[in-house]
């Protein structure tokens, strides 16, 4: 249902455009996305569902507090993220177990939106240890999605993010996803961590430069050092 609904609703906010790696995203997978926005959850879902995806979601508990949006997380099987609680590992549990029906899971690997209030791009940053730990107990590949725009549609204070999308209708602002090719993690979790951060990152510059936002040349560390791509 939130798929759907983001892909009736984000192109009516702005022009969305997708690219992909691979002809076809293997399930089950772990999508490993980066997060500048509260807009780009649904930017992302939009895409994906473009792709015939639609993925359990990994969110902050938060939200189910919010009633009609509870009843909505509940019904797709979407996954409450209780951060710095005993039930923290309930969550990977429950991904692990949607990934062994054959589901794909959207997790975010920084875990929080930075604390920026221009609407420029930037790198993601330094990923927690869930999807390495998610991969590590399912065995699932990951699968590194790059999203760029979502912050010219919303950032910044409550009151700049509440008149930012009160006028995208009309600016139109560009958004681009864009989904990477698969690969395993190493066994080690901090190694795994920095290798899905690299897949990510590179995944994010080609969505920033689709929607033209300047992107600082790759360093030498951002290879393909570390991860096994699944061709």
């Not at 969305?16 to 959850?41: C, E, F, K, R, W």
């Not at 920026?116 to 399912?138: H, I």
Request: hydrophobic share 50%; charged share 15%; proline share 8%.
């Amino acid at each position: 249902m939130l798929s759907q609904m983001a892909a009736a609703l984000v192109p009516a906010f702005g022009c969305l455009t997708t690219s992909a790696d691979l002809t076809a995203v293997p399930a089950p997978g772990i999508l490993v996305a980066n997060h500048t926005s509260l807009a780009d959850p649904g930017v992302v879902l939009a895409a994906l569902r473009r792709m015939e995806i639609e993925p359990v979601v990994l969110a902050t508990a938060g939200l189910w507090r919010v009633p009609l949006l509870r009843h909505l997380l509940n019904r797709d099987g979407h996954v409450p993220v209780h951060r710095r609680t005993s039930r923290a590992a309930e969550a990977l549990e429950t991904a692990a177990a949607a990934l062994a029906a054959g589901r794909h899971v959207l997790i975010y690997g920084e875990g929080h939106i930075p604390p920026r209030r221009d609407a420029s791009e930037a790198a993601p940053e330094a990923f927690r240890s869930g999807p390495a730990r998610l991969a590590a107990v399912s065995g699932a590949c990951v699968i590194p999605v790059g999203q760029a725009g979502a912050r010219r549609l919303a950032s910044g204070s409550g009151l700049k993010q509440v008149a930012g999308v009160l006028t995208a209708p009309v600016r139109r602002p560009r958004l681009h996803v864009h989904v990477g090719a698969p690969l395993r993690l190493p066994a080690e979790v901090e190694a795994a961590s920095e290798a899905a951060h690299r897949a990510v990152t590179a995944a994010w510059r080609t969505a920033a430069q689709h929607v033209g936002e300047p992107v600082p040349r790759s360093p030498a560390s951002s290879g393909a050092h570390g991860l096994e791509a699944l061709r």
